[in-house]
């Protein structure tokens, strides 16, 4: 049963390796209201898998064994995930075709580069030239979308800082595939740091650290002034957690996903050197991105002032704990149903489900403003 009366709606779509999540948000009266939501839980070898060169990409530390390029059918995956999508939009009773989605951050390239002031007309020419060379395929093959970053102390030394997001042609097609299978409109693909910016943060200008605690990966990004300035990935994710818990408590894996849970529900941090392990890499890379945020030219003066978690990953009772511990700044689990109307009756479970939904909500947002 709808919630409300039908009105403007627009689709979130996140195909992540933990399954689909989409989320239907429909506009009445200027704010964005809950129409519909879904969750397919399926492990989707979306990180895994480069669907444009049919490799594996290789990891820092990666054994041989995990090198071997798997047998990929590009189609028959199109298929398959189509099929999930379709499963979802019928069993949510969706009621809009106008969908955005989100490119996967590990196949997508990341960067901000400073250049000289020159007439508008010509800052594509010099990003391409300047960003050429750093690409992982030749530009040629890639989709480059560019955003000047204002700054004043920049503009008054005149001086350009330019945010450039790049993605294969042929993973966009791969994507564009799978929704026109499922019989829906593809309005927008964007990446998962604008996704959480709009859906955690919204008119906030601070300086905040989000940190997207996946199955797979943990995805790092700092915003600042609204615009998602840097941007890490790496391979430690909701996986590792899981495992330190079957084996501590030598249960099943099948039980790993209720007690969970019921770590998250405890006022008391569950024995946090266990995950040590698991954090280090983490702590790491938050420390890292720290400091190449402070050291890229404008930002000397600027201070990440918070560090917001979201992923069904920082679920896991010690991360907020540990991350606290490490950098004593505000460390918390964003809210991003906090900017969309629903009924009461759903926050319990809304709650619950929220880090998980925090893309495919901001997805939504696109186009409800």
């Known amino acids: 049963m709808a919630l409300f009366q039908k009105t403007e709606g ?22 964005p209201q809950l129409w519909t939501y879904a969750m397919v839980k399926e492990s989707i070898p979306i990180h895994q898998v480069s669907v444009f060169d049919n490799q594996t990409p290789i990891e820092i530390g990666a054994r041989s064994k995990d090198l071997e390029p798997p047998k990929f059918d590009v189609m028959a995956q199109v298929d398959h995930y189509a099929s999930l999508l379709s499963l979802a939009v019928k069993q949510a ?30 800052i594509e020419y010099h990003v391409r030239a300047k960003v050429a060379k750093m690409l992982p395929q030749p530009i040629e093959e890639m989709q480059v979308v560019q955003q000047v970053v204002n700054n004043e102390t920049m503009k008054q030394d005149n001086y350009l800082r330019i945010l450039v997001t790049a993605a294969p042609k042929k993973l966009i097609t791969f994507y564009t595939r799978i929704f026109q299978k499922a019989g829906l409109q593809l309005e927008e693909l964007e990446t998962e740091a604008f996704a959480l910016e709009r859906s955690l943060i919204g008119n ?31 391979h430690i994710g909701g996986k590792q957690f899981d495992r330190v818990v079957q084996e501590y408590l030598g249960v099943e ?11 998250s529900s405890y006022n008391k941090v569950i024995v946090p050197e266990l995950f040590e392990s698991v954090m280090a890499p983490i702590l790491k890379e938050i420390e890292y991105s ?17 560090i917001m978690l979201t992923g069904g990953g920082c679920l896991a009772n010690p991360v907020s704990y540990m991350i606290k511990q490490a950098f004593s700044l ?15 009756g759903l926050k319990k479970i809304l709650d619950s489900i929220g880090p998980r939904m925090s893309v495919s909500i901001g997805l939504a947002m696109r186009h409800i403003g």
């Not at 906030?204 to 990935?233: C, Q, W, Y």
């Not at 894996?253 to 770590?263: F, T």
């Open 330 to 344: 505000n460390v918390f689990v964003g809210d991003p149903w906090a900017r969309v109307v629903y009924q009461q």
């Open 10 to 31: 627009s689709v979130g779509v996140d195909i992540g390796a933990h399954g689909i999540k989409l989320v239907e948000l429909h506009k009445a009266k200027g704010r």
């Open 204 to 234: 906030d200008k601070a300086t905040v650290m989000l940190v997207d605690i996946g199955v797979e990966r943990t995805n790092l990004f700092i915003v600042d002034g609204g615009v998602p300035i840097t941007h890490r990935s790496i």
């Open 93 to 122: 009773k969706v009621t809009t075709r106008r969908v955005t989605a989100s490119l996967p951050v590990s196949q997508v390239f990341h960067t901000l580069i400073t250049l000289p002031m020159v007439p508008e007309k010509e």
């Open 290 to 306: 720290m400091d190449m945020f402070l050291h890229q030219t404008g930002n000397e003066k600027k201070r990440v002032e918070k």
């Open 253 to 263: 894996d099948v039980y790993v996903e209720q007690i969970k849970k019921d770590m």
